[in-house]
T-cell receptor, first 115, second 116 residues
Framework: DTEVTQTPKHLVMGMTNKKSLKCEQH?????MYWYKQKAKKPPELMFV???????INESVPSRFSPECPNSSLLNLHLHALQPEDSALYLC??????????????FGAGSRLTVL | AQTVTQSQPEMSVQEAETVTLSCTYD???????LFWYKQPPSRQMILVIRQEAYKQQNATENRFSVNFQKAAKSFSLKISDSQLGDTAMYFC?????????????FGGGTRLMVKP
């Protein structure tokens, strides 16, 4: 299995809703990432988990809450979002160390619309 | 901080011809990696090619090759024998490694259209 699977593909939510994005990989990767991509813009790093510990938080607002329950799974919990948070959210993974550690494998993304 | 610049927002090429996408970057790091990623309309970011900064030899992957000029901080992508399936957004990316994780910094992207 060489894939990163993201669910749901599309999500529409109101500003008072609580929802979650899910990311799963079974490649034995020990680093996982969340990126945010606005339309016609490059992806921007949000969070990095390394060996299931949060290692990088790029000053992301607290209405985004990441969680890494195990080495294969990464969640992004969403609460009280704003319409400007509407974007494509990309998950990626890479080996934790060694030669393959610098190659990120991306999922197809979750398209989020906040009304 | 690293910056990555792609000066061509859009390009087009005829099928079977060759096209070169430009990328420049700015860094004070000596050890780093450079990548080209492709994002077709399906949205998934796909790795096209990568280059280790310490290697002088330019990377190649089938129809894709790079021209890496470390002193000039330039990293262009050449696509030979362009195919319709090459139509996509192409992102140049820089990675430095640290103990906290591998941070990719992307350029603004070049939208490539391959015409039949």
């Amino acid at each position: 299995d060489t894939e990163v699977t993201q669910t749901p593909k599309h999500l529409v939510m109101g500003m008072t809703n609580k929802k979650s994005l899910k990311c799963e990989q079974h490649m034995g990767h020990r680093a996982m990432y969340w990126y945010k991509q606005k339309a016609k813009k490059p992806p921007e790093l949000m969070f990095v988990y390394s060996y299931e510990k949060l290692s990088i938080n790029e000053s992301v607002p607290s209405r985004f809450s990441p969680e890494c329950p195990n080495s294969s799974l990464l969640n992004l919990h969403l609460h009280a979002l704003q319409p400007e948070d509407s974007a494509l959210y990309l998950c990626a993974s890479s080996q934790g160390h060694g030669k393959g550690a610098n190659v990120l494998t991306f999922g197809a993304g979750s398209r989020l619309t906040v009304l | 901080a690293q910056t990555v610049t792609q000066s061509q927002p859009e390009m087009s090429v005829q099928e079977a011809e060759t096209v070169t996408l430009s990328c420049t970057y700015d860094t004070s790091e000596s050890n780093y990696y450079l990548f080209w990623y492709k994002q077709p309309p399906s949205r998934q970011m796909i790795l096209v090619i990568r280059q280790e900064a310490y290697k002088q030899q330019n990377a190649t992957e089938n129809r894709f090759s790079v021209n890496f000029q470390k002193a000039a901080k330039s990293f262009s992508l050449k696509i030979s024998d362009s195919q319709l399936g090459d139509t996509a957004m192409y992102f140049c990316a820089f990675m430095k490694q640290n103990n906290a994780g591998n941070m990719l910094t992307f350029g603004g992207g070049t939208r490539l259209m391959v015409k039949p």
